[in-house]
T-cell receptor, first 109, second 113 residues
Framework: AQRVTQPEKLLSVFKGAPVELKCNYSYSGSPELFWYVQYSRQRLQLLLRHISRESIKGFTADLNKGETSFHLKKPFAQEEDSAMYYCALRTSGTYKYIFGTGTRLKVLA | EAGVTQFPSHSVIEKGQTVTLRCDPISGHDNLYWYRRVMGKEIKFLLHFVKESKQDESGMPNNRFLAERTGGTYSTLKVQPAELEDSGVYFC???????????FGPGTRLTVL
């Protein structure tokens, strides 16, 4: 069955430090991977999708099919990056997202 | 543009009662999705409408849940009768095409006592 795993419930880093939020997936076909972010008292919003290969707010994520991973990275964390981050998988031929349990990122001053 | 809206934002009901959640998608979005997150678990897909038709309802937990989208505009999700395990946050999302980004609403927090 398709699955997304985010092993860390909470990740705390200091401002200016690098950050990596881990995401692994299980799916035998060709996946679409996404990162969604939910800031405090705001709605879920798309941060990145692997197809577009763009960098948003300094975040990047590379799909590694060999390791079935799609880790989210940022070289220098900012306090405004504190939020809940969800990794999501969409399998070919379906339109629903399969979400991980989310990682809460806290960036400390 | 207001984005996806959901009503109510919070609902507290007693076990056995009925609750109806409403979602208004972004204007022009034919695709509408319902998801929910129960405490401590991942956000899970419930169902997908294309206009007024149910495209995929594989995530609906049981027959106490009924979703409708009459006229292909707003959607309702009714839980009848509600059970304790139905507590959680119910999200609605909409997209223009099925391969496009899904835009999420703020969610409805349902508490069943």
């Amino acid at each position: 069955a398709q699955r997304v795993t985010q092993p860390e419930k909470l990740l705390s880093v200091f401002k200016g430090a690098p950050v990596e939020l881990k995401c692994n997936y299980s799916y035998s076909g060709s996946p679409e991977l996404f990162w969604y972010v939910q800031y405090s008292r705001q709605r879920l919003q798309l941060l990145l999708r692997h197809i577009s290969r763009e960098s948003i707010k300094g975040f990047t994520a590379d799909l590694n099919k060999g390791e079935t991973s799609f880790h989210l990275k940022k070289p220098f964390a900012q306090e405004e990056d504190s939020a809940m981050y969800y990794c999501a998988l969409r399998t070919s031929g379906t339109y629903k997202y399969i979400f991980g349990t989310g990682t809460r990122l806290k960036v400390l001053a | 543009e207001a984005g996806v809206t959901q009503f109510p934002s919070h609902s507290v009901i007693e076990k056995g009662q009925t609750v109806t959640l409403r979602c208004d998608p972004i204007s022009g979005h034919d695709n509408l999705y319902w998801y929910r997150r129960v405490m401590g678990k991942e956000i899970k897909f419930l169902l997908h409408f294309v206009k007024e038709s149910k495209q995929d309802e594989s995530g609906m937990p049981n027959n106490r849940f009924l979703a409708e989208r009459t006229g292909g505009t707003y959607s309702t999700l009714k839980v009848q009768p509600a059970e304790l395990e139905d507590s959680g946050v119910y999200f609605c999302a909409s997209s223009q095409g099925t391969s496009n980004e899904q835009f999420f609403g703020p969610g409805t927090r349902l508490t069943v006592l």
